[in-house]
């Protein structure tokens, strides 16, 4: 097989989400342009979110950037990893949590 066909088939996978481990537990929520940006350059991020999902560490996160202004989804999708989750905050509102993630 051509090498860059493999490396289509690879990030197709990626992009379909095929190749994470079934025990894994994907979850995607919306987010802002500014986080999708500092997500994708590297920054270390961490999301507050509605702790709705039965997140844990391990888990992917997929942020769906979402535009305000026109009140859609923008199409950029970008996936990362759980690597922390804090419940138990004072500055937390009930119900809600922050996550540590960082871009696969």
Do not use: Q
């Amino acid at each position: 097989m051509k090498e860059w066909l493999k490396r289509f088939i690879e990030w197709l996978k990626k992009l379909l989400l095929l190749d994470y481990d079934e025990e894994v537990a994907v979850h995607c929520i919306k987010c802002s342009p500014e986080l999708y940006e500092d997500v994708t350059e590297g920054f270390p991020t961490f999301v507050i979110t509605k702790n709705d999902k039965g997140y844990e560490p391990g888990d992917y996160l997929v942020l769906k950037e979402y535009d305000a202004e026109l009140e859609a989804l923008t199409g950029r999708t970008v996936r990362t990893s759980i690597m922390c989750i804090e419940e138990e905050n004072e500055g937390l509102k009930p119900g809600y949590c922050v996550l540590g993630i960082e871009e696969d």
